[in-house]
């Protein structure tokens, strides 16, 4: 359960903070109030929901390390011909609100862009993965936005 004051990661919109507990309808159903930082967009997420949307805490300091290991990782990744079905299956790693998958996408995606470009699609899910990846960062390792940013693309490009 989350109090308020705590540093989230929404799956789909990246990290905020929990700014408050409502209690709405005639079931008076408790819901988190949250701020996520890449809109500056507010949610309302059911309380008994957020282990469902994939609702978690922000990742340790010391657990960047481990995200920035899977960002260098050269290995020979399987690249999947068809846009389309690339497009589903990076959605499907997005969604589960893991950083270690968020990061994978992140990372072939970027390297896909580098070697043969992106469909419109795929960089409007590299803007959005990017923006969720560098949002945990700035929070877990009390950085501002630019050092993130510029982490990630350091560490992808040592890779």
Do not use: C
Not at 51 to 63: A, K, L, P, Q, S
Not at 72 to 95: F, G, S, T, V
Not at 118 to 129: D, I, V
Request: glycine share 8%; proline share 2%.
């Amino acid at each position: 359960m989350f109090k308020v004051g705590d540093h989230i990661v929404h799956p789909m919109h990246g990290a905020g903070v929990v700014e408050g507990v409502e209690k709405r309808g005639e079931q008076k159903q408790i819901y988190f109030v949250l701020r996520l930082f890449s809109a500056e967009l507010k949610v309302l997420v059911p309380a008994d929901k957020t282990d469902t949307i994939g609702v978690r805490r922000v990742i340790t300091e010391d657990e960047i390390a481990s995200v920035l290991k899977v960002l260098k990782r050269n290995d020979q990744e399987k690249i999947i011909p068809n846009w389309n079905h690339r497009y589903r299956a990076n959605l499907e790693k997005i969604r589960t609100g893991n950083i270690f998958a968020v990061a994978e996408v992140v990372r072939s995606l970027m390297r896909q862009d580098i070697k043969k470009g992106l469909s419109s699609g795929e960089k409007r899910m590299l803007e959005s993965a990017f923006q969720i990846l560098s949002s945990e960062l700035v929070l877990a390792g009390n950085m501002d936005v630019d050092e993130a940013e510029t982490m990630i693309k350091e560490a992808i490009a040592g890779g």
